[in-house]
T-cell receptor, first 115, second 112 residues
């Protein structure tokens, strides 16, 4: 079974630039999550999709972050404009249903450095 | 409100000696509890999970954890550490489908 694919693996940008990350979940997984993991901390949920609808985006900084999952499969997360504090690893995860008990799988992440 | 506290940010043990990574949780309901491992530049991998069945949970790679409701703890143990166990470990609490909280992580160092 193929895992959760993310790209790019690494990205370095200057502050105030924009950046986009891509995630391809495991085939058939209805739920998709984006997490932000700052160095030295555990992952923090940014947004959760069920198919192509948003279930929870309460911790997404909506003034600069946006995410979409147009066809209920792939998803993109965008930051515009980036700030220094956005430097982190951005993890995508997917599951057959909501919750960690249902085949939850993480991608390897995209490491973003804002300079 | 739910929360999770990993009591040690770093733990160092010698190869072949026991491992203990401590985790305490707070939850309003009956939580599900998990341990994940993250090796450098790799994705998070599920080690084990507790979902209100047996309180002693066995996971992969010889790890196990015991759910103690009276102590609100879910400590991770392994009888004998291996060099390949060096990684970051996360304790996670979940209430239902939409509330998932990660601890800050414990970095495990294995000394030769």
């Amino acid at each position: 079974e193929a895992g959760v694919a993310q790209s790019p693996r690494y990205k370095i940008i200057e502050k105030r630039q924009s950046v986009a990350f891509w995630c391809n979940p495991i085939s058939g997984h209805a739920t998709l999550y984006w997490y932000q993991q700052i160095l030295g901390q555990g992952p923090k949920l940014l947004i959760q999709f069920q198919n192509n609808g948003v279930v929870d985006d309460s911790q997404l900084p909506k003034d600069r972050f946006s995410a979409e999952r147009l066809k209920g499969v792939d998803s993109t997360l965008k930051i515009q404009p980036a700030k220094l504090e956005d430097s982190a690893v951005y993890l995508c995860a997917s599951s057959t249903s909501g919750g960690l008990s249902y085949g939850y799988t993480f991608g390897s992440g995209t490491r973003l450095t804002v300079v | 409100a739910q929360s999770v506290t990993q009591l040690d940010s770093h733990v160092s043990v010698s190869e072949g000696t026991p491992v203990l990574l401590r985790c305490n949780y707070s939850s309003s309901y009956s939580p599900s509890l998990f341990w994940y491992v993250q090796h450098p530049n790799k994705g998070l991998q599920l080690l084990l999970k507790y979902t209100s069945a047996a309180t002693l949970v066995k996971g992969i790679n010889g790890f196990e954890a015991e759910f103690k409701k009276s102590e609100t703890s879910f400590h991770l143990t392994k009888p004998s550490a291996h060099m390949s166990d060096a990684a970051e470990y996360f304790c996670v609490v979940s209430e239902g489908d939409d509330k998932i909280i990660f601890g800050k992580g414990t970095r495990l160092h294995i000394l030769p």
